[in-house]
């Protein structure tokens, strides 16, 4: 069974970092592109982040204005997203998600709630 | 930038009719997208890629096409497990549409 599991949510100050992790299960995790998207409270969908199976092509959303690195770590089927320099803007849901086909995901974790308030 | 611009923005109907959701890119080589369904406290799921395949275990009352630039999703005979938020997704940055919110009276 695919899973995938987020941590690393939690509550942090304007300007504080955060990092999250996605440890993923029951499939060759090297095998997948893997994503990262948010969603604000009461708002949609918004892509974040993407990185290729080996982790060398990397994409970030226009609106992250590089504060935002992802990263993944094959030997132990984990996706990671270091978030620096964060805003109360930040503050959403950030699901893992695996990419089956080139830009749909056929997978998504539960996602973990990043709260950025002082 | 291309954006996907969903309709409506609320849907109301009743079980057992036909809901027709539509997506509509401002790119206008946009030639596949994917649908996903989301209900409350939940991941989105996948319902549609490439514009018309059923994801795994997807029932078949779920369909997309494409007419023109006009993308749909249509849920031919609604359940009330159907209430849910729709949203669809292009190729192009990964965009998503702003969503189209289901309610089954």
């Known amino acids: 069974e695919v899973q995938l599991v987020e941590s690393g949510g939690g509550l942090v100050k304007p300007g504080g970092s955060l990092r999250l992790s996605c440890a993923a299960s029951?499939?060759?995790?090297?095998?997948?592109?893997m994503h990262w998207v948010r969603q604000a409270p009461g708002t949609g969908l918004e892509w974040v982040a993407s990185?290729?199976?080996?982790?060398?092509?990397?994409h970030y959303s226009d609106s992250l204005k590089g504060r935002f690195t992802i990263s993944r770590d094959n030997a132990k089927n984990s996706l990671f997203l270091q978030m620096s320099s964060l805003r109360a803007e930040d503050t959403a849901v950030y699901y893992c998600a695996r990419d089956s086909r080139g830009f749909d995901f056929d997978y998504w974790g539960q996602g973990t709630l990043v709260t950025v308030s002082s | 930038e291309s954006v996907l611009t969903q309709s409506p923005a609320t849907l109301s109907l009743s079980p057992g009719e036909r809901a027709t959701l539509s997506c509509r890119p401002t790119?206008?080589?946009?030639?596949?997208l994917a649908w996903y369904q989301q209900k409350p406290g939940q991941a989105p799921r996948l319902l549609i890629y490439d514009t018309s395949n059923r994801a795994t275990g997807i029932p078949a009352r779920f369909s997309g096409s494409v007419s023109g630039t006009e993308f749909t999703l249509t849920i031919s005979s609604l359940e009330p497990e159907d209430s849910a938020v729709y949203y669809c997704?292009?190729?192009?940055?990964?965009?998503f549409g702003q969503g189209t919110k289901l309610q089954i009276k």
């Open positions: 790119q206008s080589d946009t030639r596949y």
């Open positions: 997704q292009q190729r192009y940055k990964y965009t």
């Open positions: 029951g499939f060759t995790f090297n095998s997948y592109m």
């Open positions: 990185i290729s199976l080996s982790g060398n092509y990397i």
